[in-house]
Structures are given as structure tokens and as C-alpha cells.
């Protein structure tokens, strides 16, 4: 316990080293830019934004930096050595994934592409001596049980920020179904700057000055060895290093509401941290393990990914759209319809005792009543009670429905919506069994 105490405080520490590290501010604004490209979607579609570029970006901020200890934590109580793990290798193959597609920002695909190109150039070295000498040798001197523990440690601390923070700032947002019908629901979209402490292994004298600074620990530690061997009156010492990751999530919920979502999300994601987890352990002393560890960290994150998805477009919305009045996907923050009280899934029933039929009707009353009535009465249904709330006259001055800050379920039909790009993975996997078939 007095060795765990003593990691945090270290870590604590050093935590605001991170401040004038280039590529933590690198990561930053690259979290930046995707914030802006969620909120260009919501102006596209309704005319403003819901949400804060600034403040999304500082909530990432904070919240990554809660994450960037936990997952230190792990790393230094397990004495992962990160000069064992190819992070240079992993960031630029990462960012490569990001210009495919947003959602490919992940470390379980970059890392399983490195896992599998390390595994055949191991095959393929000894029938190729001059891959020990090329700038490949760097992919045959991996620790891959390690890399698979860095994802795992990652991934369980992706499965922790969605799990208190994945439902801040959704974008309500139109999906067209498979069956040609359009449907509200919710576009969730974090990203999250990940600062973390790790460990370097090095070799010093026994007589160093450094080994007085070092903090003892259990024998047992570190569970992966590292590949260096210090000689005599020599010894091993493992050194704090900053590193810095990025963590991205992207998820719908259109047949739940975005906390339900999230939590569901959560715990598939840290079931397939702890199975990976598992593996990676398992590797480091039976080799056995590791083609399954390096298969299972792309594939099964796909898995979840599919999970996540499976039926959100072809199940019953969660926010419906009703036989009679107009009801509520959304309520923007400091907006007049926030004012006056109206929350996500109202129903609105009548405006000033008159009866809604349609949207563009509910809209044409508001128009036309401000003028005549200081105040408007809706007559709103709630959770199976009906309320009566007020929107007082100044609140509708220069009246402009995308400055009223209401977000009403679409119909069916409607001619607004944004285009979902279908998973990669299962295309490609589609089109090469479709090649094999060919004669």
C-alpha cells in the first residue's frame, strides 16, 4: 500500500510537466479540430450549435487528465517498460487511421496492425538477414504482450471516462433508417488528450547516484521483464517517462437515451479491456498467447463497436415520433425554450389551448401568437402528467425558430438528415470473402 501511495504522489507531480510537452497540445488540437467538425454538423442542421468548441476541449482536458493517472497507475504497479512498445510506431499509424475515418483513432487498431507485421517479420527474418539492419528492426524488438497490456490499460481507461463523462455534450442529430424512414437521436462524440507517466528501463553502476532516489519495491515487480541485462556491479533501474496518448469515442442513441447508452458501452468496452488484459499477462510467459492477444485487440474492438450499434437503427426510437402534437428531441442551454421549462422527450400538446398537428404548424402558432399575447401557455405532456408552462413575450422578440433553441423529433419523411458511414471492417471482410469465392 506505502508503494501504491508513493506512485501517486510521483505521478501527481510530474502530471504538470504535461503543460510543456508539444505533443500533449498536438493531441489537444487535434481534439480541437474534431469538436469544431461536431459542431459544424449541428449548425448545418439546425441553423446553430448546441454545444461549446472551448469548453468541450477543456472538459476533455480535465477529464483526460483524471484518466492519463488512472491508467499511470497501472503502468507503473505492472512496471510496463515503455522502450519496449514501439510508441513510435504507434502514433503515426494511429493519425493514418484518423484520416480514414475519426472512429479509427484507436490503439487496438494501430496496435494490432504493428502486432501482426512484428509477427511476420519474425517469420520472415530468418530467411531475410537484412530485415535486422533495415529501420523495420524496431517491429522484431516489440514486447508484444506489453503492447497488448499499454491497449488494455487504455481501453479500461476509455471504458472509465465513458462511463462518467461519454454523455456530455451529445449533438442531437437525423439518421435515415435501412427502411428509408428518418429518426432523432443523439450523435455522441468525445475525445480525450491522454497524459501519461510510464517507465523507461536503464542500466546504471550500482555505486549511481540515482539508486538513492528509488523507490523499493515488492519482488514480485515489474511483471514484464525487461530485455536488457545489466552486467556486473550494474543494476536495473526503471525511470518515470511522459507519454501521451489519445482517446476518442463515437456512438449513437437513437433506441435509448445517451447516459443509458454510455453505460452500456462502458462495460463492454471493460470486458474486453479485462480479457485483453488477461491475455497480455498470459503472453509475457506462455508465447502461445500472443497470436490470439494480437488478433482479439482489433477484432473483438470491433465486436464492441458492433454491439454498440447492433439494432440502434432498426429497433423502436426512443425518442418517437408521436400520433398528435410535436415532441421534444432537444433543448439548447440558455435558450428561450429553455426557459421556459421544456426538457428532452415533452410532448407538446397545444400552444395557447390551440391543438398541434405537425411541426411546421407548431411553429406557424408561435409566429403568429407573439404578436397578440404578452406571455404563450404550452400545454405540455411529461412522464404522464400534463404541465402547463410559460414563455413570456420577450423571450419570442425577433422571433427565429433557430434561436428558440428547440430540437423537435422529425417526421418520418423528412427531407433533413445526415448520412451514416457503414463500419469498415465488415466491408472489407465482405469484399475478400466475396474474392475467395470467385473461381
Known amino acids: ?80 517498460s515503455l522502450d519496449r512498445i514501439a510508441i513510435s510506431w504507434l502514433w503515426p499509424i494511429a493519425l493514418l487511421l484518423l484520416m480514414i475515418h475519426p472512429r479509427l483513432l484507436c490503439f487496438s487498431y494501430a496496435g494490432g496492425i504493428i502486432g501482426l507485421l512484428s509477427l511476420i517479420m519474425r517469420l520472415a527474418a530468418p530467411y531475410f538477414p537484412q530485415l535486422e539492419t533495415s529501420f523495420l528492426k524496431g517491429l522484431l524488438d516489440i514486447s508484444l504482450p506489453g503492447l497488448l497490456f499499454l491497449i488494455a490499460v487504455l481501453h479500461l481507461t476509455e471504458a472509465l471516462l465513458i462511463f462518467f463523462s461519454g454523455h456530455w455534450g451529445n449533438s442531437p442529430i437525423f439518421i435515415k433508417t435501412p427502411q428509408g424512414e428518418v429518426v432523432a437521436g443523439f450523435s455522441l462524440q468525445r475525445f480525450w488528450p491522454l497524459p501519461i507517466m510510464g517507465l523507461v528501463a536503464i542500466i546504471v553502476p550500482e555505486a549511481s547516484e540515482m539508486l538513492q532516489g528509488s523507490v523499493p519495491m515488492p519482488e514480485w515487480w515489474p511483471l514484464f521483464q525487461s530485455t536488457l541485462e545489466p552486467g556486473s556491479a550494474e543494476k536495473l533501474l526503471y525511470l518515470m517517462f511522459p507519454v501521451v496518448a489519445g482517446l476518442g469515442y463515437g456512438d449513437l442513441a437513437v433506441s435509448s437515451k445517451p447516459r443509458d447508452k454510455c453505460l452500456y458501452t462502458a462495460r463492454n468496452l471493460a470486458i474486453y479491456s479485462i480479457i485483453l488484459l488477461m491475455l497480455s499477462l498470459l503472453s509475457e510467459f506462455y508465447p502461445l498467447f500472443v497470436l490470439p492477444g494480437v488478433l482479439f485487440a482489433p477484432l473483438a474492438h470491433e465486436y464492441v463497436v458492433y454491439l454498440g450499434n447492433k439494432g440502434e437503427l432498426s429497433s423502436k426510437p426512443y425518442y418517437s415520433f408521436p400520433d398528435q402534437g410535436v415532441r421534444v428531441l432537444d433543448v439548447f442551454p440558455g435558450t428561450p425554450a429553455d426557459k421556459a421549462g421544456l426538457k428532452s422527450n415533452d410532448l407538446i400538446l397545444r400552444v395557447q389551448g390551440a391543438h398541434i398537428d405537425s411541426a411546421a404548424g407548431f411553429w406557424t402558432l408561435l409566429r403568429e401568437y407573439f404578436i397578440y399575447f404578452h406571455s404563450l401557455y404550452l400545454e405540455v405532456l411529461r412522464d404522464e402528467r400534463i404541465l402547463i408552462l410559460t414563455l413570456p413575450k420577450q423571450s419570442l422578440l425577433r422571433f427565429r425558430q433557430e434561436v428558440f433553441g428547440l430540437i423537435l423529433v422529425p417526421e418520418p419523411y423528412s427531407k433533413k438528415y445526415v448520412e451514416m458511414k457503414k463500419s469498415l471492417f465488415p466491408q472489407i471482410l465482405k469484399r475478400l470473402f466475396k474474392g475467395l469465392r470467385k473461381p
Open 1 to 80: 500500500m506505502e508503494q501504491l501511495l508513493t506512485l501517486v504522489w510521483m505521478v501527481l507531480q510530474t502530471l504538470p510537466l504535461f503543460l510543456v510537452h508539444p505533443l500533449f497540445w498536438l493531441v489537444v488540437l487535434l481534439v480541437f479540430f474534431q469538436y469544431r467538425r461536431v459542431i459544424e454538423i449541428e449548425k448545418q442542421l439546425f441553423g446553430t450549435a448546441k454545444n461549446n468548441i472551448w469548453e468541450q476541449t477543456a472538459l476533455s482536458m480535465l477529464t483526460g487528465l483524471g484518466g492519463g493517472l488512472f491508467a499511470s497507475i497501472l503502468l507503473l504497479l505492472f512496471g510496463l
